[in-house]
Each structure stands twice: as structure tokens, then as C-alpha cells.
């Protein structure tokens, strides 16, 4: 038989890397792009948004102490202000026993507020989205399943987040179990209706083929229809990265008492805007890192997709 | 059922034969084989309906009777939107017969079973394994040992000459390898019967005359187990087919033996024998006027 060509051109090459049998190494990317390389439009955009947030701070000025909209100048000097928020120890001491702020206190209530609520948006995620994407799944399998659950989950979806918030804090308190239950909360009613959509997409030949080969009703869903389902979860599970990001802020507002959302309920409660905008910039920043991160993840576990 | 055309030359398949020499004429409208072992495949009087949602009925299959017997190679051709998937899904399992009987190998079908592989018009490849995974699926499904599924996986990539890809994704491949992959996935598994729907749509003449071969080297392979391929191309079912069925309306409305010799070449499915079937065949399509 003669050689057909592979349908993949320039990244289909021969490699003997494996044993006897030669496989095709594949870098994924198709026609190359130029990585890393903003658009002149994206960064006219970016400068806009500074310049812009620039004027509105010198044009609105100060009022009785208040600043509406702070400075970068105003946002780069609040960064002693989180030398508040560390309880002390490392070299630090608190301010609360009436301590002088320190840089290096500032880095450690910073950094110790920061790595709380991370952990908290990954817990809380990581929960979200195994019951979300596992509900969905089970919905779709099973008919008593799609009986007992399908109202009750799409009920909860029309649901206005924020407007649980109290009804979360009445059941919880201050307890990390409520923010974690919110966050998780948030995420796996987005994932349920992302995932029930995915299943119902995936092409009914693909279950027929995998039946006709004596594959049973179990092993067809799971080695099958989920990992068919999946490319479909993807823009849905990035999604409720930056969503888990808000909901954990909006659940430290529960009385919680570190956290980047304790920050931010506490300065909004002495008006430091400054604080605020610079507590928004570190959740951007850490959104984004971990954005980027499950979006690599996601690309590479989906690798085989066309 | 719709009275088959006259079938004087119609033959019965004596299973295992390969050579024209086992083509036996009848003069019966039967072609129930001779053997004492329950054919490959048989439907009895297999109707199906389906019920729109508008409430209107729709027949896709209408009484329809067959039997193929082991090691029996047969193609069925006929219009577009006239019944040849559905009875097709039929015999697979997929769906279920109005009226009617169907069994393969004297069990009756109830449900979708390795038994019966079937090859889809559709690509079907699970894109997110591997060229040698995807031939093994079968296999990981009905438990077979590692060691005997690497084996079998190693033999069929060599048959569909892809050896050298069993580590590739099914997007690296053409459209070509892919139905080889696809092909060899389903024969790998060792089904007593194989269906197959359209497999070789959209391919040009070339690569459609590679994976004739591929698909007769699978068959002989397989010790001639029963096949059951549906296609729109009269001289490719000329050039496979021991049978050819022609269904029209839903209806089984011709069926004829091919008592061309194997390995067939271009010659003989030009020939006048091989002619005369395809008028034979053709004409139930309609004398259409073509310019």
C-alpha cells in the first residue's frame, strides 16, 4: 500500500523515541504563532485604562481625606497598609501591639492574606467542580437521577449569587466551611448546566461504536462520553476559575478574619480606596496566574482535540 | 414484502468458497444457504417504523426478509433516504424492528453486542486515544489478557500497512488512515459479522481501491466472516460483493449474486458479466436521463 500523508503537515514528524514503533511527535500548535506577543491594540487598550484611571484621580482630587479614585502613586504607598493585617512573627510584629509598619510586615500580611484566600478559590473550586461536572454526569446517566435532580439544580441556578451571601452566612457563620460550601457553591452550578449541555453534544455514533465493540453501558459513559464531553467543559471550567475568584472574595466578606475579602471589607469600612485598588490589582494578578495555569492544564489534557 | 425481480441467475453462496466456482444458481427467490449452522444473519419479515414528531408515521423498512450466510460478502446499494442505515442499525442493535425477526448466528438481537462490528460512515475514532488504543478498545472491553491485545493490536496495524502510527493522535492521520484504523479497530475485535455503513465515502479512487484491499485482506484474515456493507457505488459493490441487494422504498427489491472470480481486477468488474449486474442493478434507480 502506498504511504498516505499524514493530515498534519509541518508538525507530523517521524521519531523513534518509543521502543521499535516510530510515532508522530506533535507540538500542537499548527501554523506557529507569535507567542507572547501583545497586540498594538491590546496594549493601546492597557495604556488607555491606566492614563484613563489616572486622570479620574486627578480630576475627582480629594475630599475631606477621601479619595475616589486613588492614584498609582496613592496604590503603590498602601502597600505598608497590609503590615495591618499580619498577626506577627517571621521577624514582623504586629501593629496591634502598637508595632511601627515595617516593608517587611507588609510583604508578610500581603502574602499570608493572598495564600489564604488561594487556598480557599482552589478548595473550593476543586470541590465545585467535581460535584457540578459529577452531578451533570449523573443526570445524564441515570433517569432516576434526572428525576430526583434536574429541578431542585436548575432551580439553584436562577438563583442570584450574591444575593445567597447571608443566607450562606445565617447557615455557616464565619466558618471556613461556609466559604468554601459558597465558593464550591457558585462554581458547580455553573459546571452542572455547562456539563449536562457537553454530554447532550456528544455524538450518539460514538456510544453506538463503543457498544459494538462490547463495551458495557458503564465503560462506554466513563471511557467515552466523558472524555468526548470534555473539549465541550473546558471554556466552562476556565470560567469558574475567575468566578470561584470572585465568589471566594464575596464569602471572606462573612465575617471571616484573614483573607484578601477581610482586607478589602476592612478597608472599605475606614474608606481606604487605596487599599481596595491595590487588593484588586493582587487578586487580578493571581486570578490570571491561575487562569493561565488551568488553561495550560486544560490545553494539554485536551491535546488530542482537533 | 415487494416480489423480488426475477432472480433466474440468482445464486446461492456456498460460505467459505471464494472463487466463482461456489456460486450456485437457484432459479429460487430463497437464498437460504444449504449448511446446517444457523446463518450469519437473518431477518424475517423485519419491519420498522418510526413515529415523527409531528405524530406522522414514517415506515423506513418494510417487510423485509434476508438471510446472509457465514463468510458471505454482501453489498446494498439503493437511494439515498430508503432504508439501507436503518436496516442496517437494525442488524446492529441500534434500534429496535417495528415487526419482525432478526438474529445473527441463530441468536436473536437484542441490543448492540461485539458480535456485530460495525464500521460507521461517520468518523468514529475516540480522538482521544491513541491510533493503537483505538484497536484495542474492543479488546480492553471484553477482557483480554495485555500481552494477547498487543499482539492483536501489532497484527492488525501491520495488516493496514500503519505500524509505524500506533502512537499517533487520529488527528495526525488522513482521511485514509483513519478509516484503515477505524476498519482494523472493528476487525481486531473478531465480530462473527461485520457491518459497515458507506466506510469509504469521500475518498477518491485510489485510496478507495487501497482500502478495498485492506478490507479484503481483513476479511480473508478473518476467516471470510460475514459482511454486511452498505455503499452507494455499484462498482465497489461489484468489486466486494459475493451479493448485492438493492433496497428501495424500505423494500429488499433485488438481489444478486456476483459470480465474478477473486482477486478481482478493473477488467472483470467491466466486463459484461459484470455489466449486466450493473444494469440489472442500476435500473431500479430509475432510467434517469443524464444530460
Given at each position: 500500500m502506498s504511504a498516505e500523508a499524514p493530515s498534519t503537515g509541518p508538525d507530523t514528524q517521524q521519531s523513534g523515541q518509543e521502543g521499535s514503533v516510530s510515532t508522530i511527535q506533535d507540538d500542537g500548535t499548527g501554523p506557529k504563532r507569535k507567542a507572547g506577543r501583545l497586540h498594538p491594540l491590546a496594549i493601546l487598550s492597557f495604556l488607555t485604562i491606566i492614563g484613563g484611571w489616572q486622570t479620574a484621580s486627578i480630576v475627582l482630587g480629594e475630599t475631606v481625606g477621601f479619595k475616589r479614585v486613588p492614584g498609582f502613586e496613592d496604590i503603590f504607598r498602601a502597600?505598608?497598609?497590609?503590615?495591618?493585617?499580619w498577626q506577627g512573627g517571621l521577624g514582623a510584629e504586629s501593629t496591634r501591639t502598637g508595632a511601627e509598619p515595617t516593608n517587611w510586615g507588609a510583604a508578610l500580611g500581603l502574602g499570608h492574606n493572598t495564600f489564604v484566600t488561594m487556598l480557599r478559590t482552589i478548595a473550593g473550586y476543586t470541590i465545585g467542580v467535581v460535584t457540578g461536572v459529577g452531578l451533570g454526569f449523573l443526570i445524564a446517566w441515570s433517569k432516576v437521577a434526572r428525576g430526583l435532580l434536574t429541578f431542585p439544580a436548575h432551580l439553584a441556578r436562577m438563583m442570584p449569587l450574591l444575593a445567597m451571601i447571608p443566607l450562606f452566612a445565617l447557615w455557616f457563620g464565619d466558618s471556613q466551611l461556609g466559604v468554601l460550601t459558597f465558593i464550591a457553591f457558585a462554581v458547580g452550578i455553573l459546571l452542572f448546566a455547562i456539563t449536562i449541555n457537553a454530554i447532550g453534544n456528544v455524538p450518539l455514533h460514538y456510544s453506538q461504536y463503543a457498544r459494538s465493540l462490547g463495551a458495557s453501558p458503564i465503560r462506554t459513559y466513563a471511557r467515552v462520553v466523558f472524555p468526548a464531553a470534555f473539549p465541550q467543559l473546558r471554556g466552562g471550567l476556565l470560567l469558574a476559575v475567575a468566578f470561584s475568584w470572585s465568589a471566594a472574595l464575596a464569602a471572606e466578606?462573612?465575617?471571616?478574619?484573614?483573607?484578601l475579602g477581610h482586607v478589602l471589607q476592612s478597608a472599605l469600612y475606614y474608606a481606604s480606596t487605596d487599599v481596595v485598588a491595590l487588593t484588586g490589582l493582587v487578586v487580578i494578578l493571581f486570578a490570571a496566574v491561575t487562569y493561565l495555569v488551568a488553561n495550560k492544564t486544560l490545553i494539554w489534557l485536551t491535546r488530542w482535540a482537533e | 414484502m415487494q416480489e423480488i425481480d426475477?432472480?433466474?441467475?440468482?445464486a446461492q453462496i456456498d460460505p467459505g468458497?471464494?472463487?466463482?466456482?461456489r456460486v450456485h444458481s437457484t432459479g429460487s427467490r430463497t437464498t437460504t444457504p444449504r449448511t446446517s449452522s444457523p446463518p450469519a444473519i437473518e431477518l424475517r419479515s423485519v419491519t420498522k417504523t418510526f413515529v415523527l414528531e409531528s405524530g406522522e408515521e414514517l415506515t423506513a423498512v418494510r417487510d423485509a426478509s434476508l438471510t446472509v450466510a457465514r463468510g458471505e460478502f454482501v453489498c446494498v446499494v439503493g437511494?439515498?433516504?430508503?432504508g439501507k442505515s436503518t436496516l442496517l442499525n437494525l442488524i446492529a442493535g441500534f434500534i429496535e424492528p417495528t415487526n419482525g425477526e432478526i438474529s445473527v448466528n441463530g441468536r436473536p438481537v437484542e441490543g448492540p453486542g461485539p458480535d456485530r462490528g460495525v464500521v460507521f460512515q461517520r468518523d468514529t475514532l475516540f480522538l482521544w486515544r491513541r491510533v493503537a488504543a483505538n484497536i484495542s478498545f474492543g479488546l480492553e472491553a471484553r477482557g483480554v489478557p495485555k500481552p494477547e491485545r498487543k499482539a492483536t493490536v501489532e497484527r492488525y496495524l501491520k495488516i493496514v500497512g500503519l505500524e509505524d502510527f500506533a502512537g499517533a493522535w487520529p488527528r495526525q492521520l488522513s482521511g485514509g488512515m483513519r478509516r484503515r484504523v477505524a476498519i482494523a479497530a472493528v476487525f481486531a475485535n473478531e465480530p462473527d459479522v461485520f457491518l459497515m455503513d458507506e466506510?469509504?465515502?469521500?475518498?477518491?479512487y485510489l485510496r478507495r481501491a487501497q482500502l478495498h484491499k485492506v478490507l479484503l485482506d481483513l476479511w480473508a484474515e478473518g476467516g471470510h466472516r460475514a459482511v454486511f456493507m452498505i455503499t452507494h457505488d455499484v462498482d465497489e459493490a461489484l468489486a466486494l460483493g459475493d451479493r448485492i441487494l438493492v433496497v428501495k422504498d424500505g423494500r429488499i427489491v433485488e438481489d444478486v449474486a456476483v459470480a465474478l472470480p477473486r482477486p478481482r481486477s478493473t477488467y472483470m468488474i467491466t466486463s459484461e458479466e459484470a455489466s449486466a449486474i450493473r444494469r440489472r442493478v442500476v435500473l431500479h434507480f430509475g432510467d434517469l436521463e443524464i444530460a
Open positions: 502597600f505598608i497598609e497590609y503590615a495591618g493585617y466578606f462573612l465575617g471571616q478574619q484573614v483573607g | 426475477s432472480v433466474g441467475d440468482m468458497a471464494t472463487d466463482a466456482g437511494p439515498s433516504g430508503h466506510p469509504f465515502v469521500g475518498l477518491d
